[in-house]
Structures are given as structure tokens and as C-alpha cells.
């Protein structure tokens, strides 16, 4: 079974295999089921890929970060200063966040992707204080709603005695690699697949 990569998007096989492949799709009757030997639409063809790129992109684990309950311990600080109680929500979180924001936080890029309204900070800032209280690691603790909980990551090892593990979200993870390559590996089958048949230029007559 030889294999020629000489133009691989026109055909893997030899002349010989694609004129004996041709024989076999004229004389097979498949129960009365014809089958023609069109090529893919492009537009499809373009399709396909923009939703495996656009899918390969929503998902990366560095974009798809949740916020944590280290960015917004600099707001819960500030909801304490004697400006913030006299004014209505919205310009006290907006005080707040340019409060911060001239400060220059290191959290700043998370906390401009991840903003909330004042009613959302007085419910986890009690979450944030006693969190606090207990020095816990801040950015390993993720804000799901009106909840602060311990982020659903394992990496890598803190007190290996003890079982403490850092909980942070990789910028990369070992689901996505497999994603990667099961992707590329269904690609590259259905590509060997199609160009081990004879090219779409031959279009089977159905003798029988």
C-alpha cells in the first residue's frame, strides 16, 4: 500500500490504487445506495475551521479565569472609608473602583474584566474579611455568584505532608492539551481518510 505526498491535498494513493478504487465504486451495488465523489464546499470547509479556532479560543484556561477573591480585597478595604457611607451606590463603587485603579493595583486587568455592582461587593465582602481573619491564600479562593469558594484546581504541591495543594487556575492545563491533540488527530484521519480515495475530479457512473 504505497503512499504518495508529492500533493497531498490531491491525493495520498497511487494511480494504480485510485484506478482500482474506481473499478470497486462501479461495481459495488451497496444495495441499490449510490454514492457521488463531490468535494467538501469550501464555505463549509471555512466554517468548520472557524469553529474549531473560535472553540480553541473561548476555552483557553489564561481567558477563561474566574475571578478570585484576591481582586477585590482592595474594594472591600474602601467600602469602610467614611467618603463611601454617605454616598449612593453607584458613585460610591464607582469612587472605589478609580480609588483603586489610581493606585495602581496589580489585580487592575482582572478587576476591569471582572466588575461588579456595590450590591455584589457587600455580599462577599464579609466572605473576603473572614477569609482574611484566617490568612488564607486569597487568589486561590474564586467568586461564583454571591459565594467565595475554594477555586477547583490542583497544582502543585504546597505542604506535601499535610496535603496542601496550590489551588490557583493554570494559564494552561492538561484538558486542553488532550483537546488539542484529539482535534488535530480527528483532522488529520478525516484528511487521510478522503485523500486515500480517488480525487473529486472522478465522478462515479453507476453502471449497475
Excluded at 449612593?88 to 482582572?110: H, N, R
Excluded at 505532608?161 to 483532522?187: H, M, N, S
Aim: charged fraction near 25%.
Amino acid at each position: 500500500m504505497a503512499w504518495i505526498f508529492s500533493n497531498p491535498l490531491h491525493s495520498l494513493a497511487t494511480d494504480d490504487q485510485n484506478e482500482s478504487a474506481k473499478k470497486l465504486w462501479e461495481g459495488e451495488s451497496l444495495g441499490g445506495i449510490t454514492e457521488d465523489n463531490n468535494r467538501l464546499p469550501q464555505p463549509v470547509v471555512g466554517l468548520l475551521i472557524l469553529t474549531i479556532v473560535t472553540a480553541f479560543l473561548i476555552t483557553f484556561p489564561l481567558w477563561g479565569q474566574r475571578p478570585t477573591a484576591a481582586i477585590y480585597e482592595e474594594y472591600v478595604a474602601l467600602m469602610k472609608d467614611p467618603k463611601v457611607q454617605g454616598m449612593k451606590d453607584k458613585e460610591a463603587m464607582q469612587y472605589i473602583v478609580d480609588t483603586v485603579k489610581a493606585k495602581g493595583s496589580k489585580w487592575a486587568a482582572l478587576q476591569e474584566r471582572h466588575p461588579l455592582e456595590m450590591d455584589d461587593l457587600r455580599l462577599i465582602a464579609p466572605q473576603i474579611e473572614e477569609l482574611q481573619r484566617k490568612n488564607a491564600h486569597m487568589d486561590e479562593y474564586t467568586v461564583v455568584g454571591d459565594k467565595v469558594v475554594i477555586a477547583n484546581f490542583e497544582g502543585n504541591w504546597r505542604n506535601k505532608a499535610t496535603g496542601d495543594r496550590e489551588r490557583k487556575q493554570p494559564w494552561w492545563d492538561t484538558g486542553y492539551t488532550i483537546d488539542v491533540f484529539y482535534v488535530l488527530y480527528f483532522c488529520i484521519s478525516v484528511i487521510v481518510v478522503v485523500k486515500r480515495l480517488p480525487p473529486y475530479t472522478y465522478k462515479p457512473k453507476h453502471h449497475h
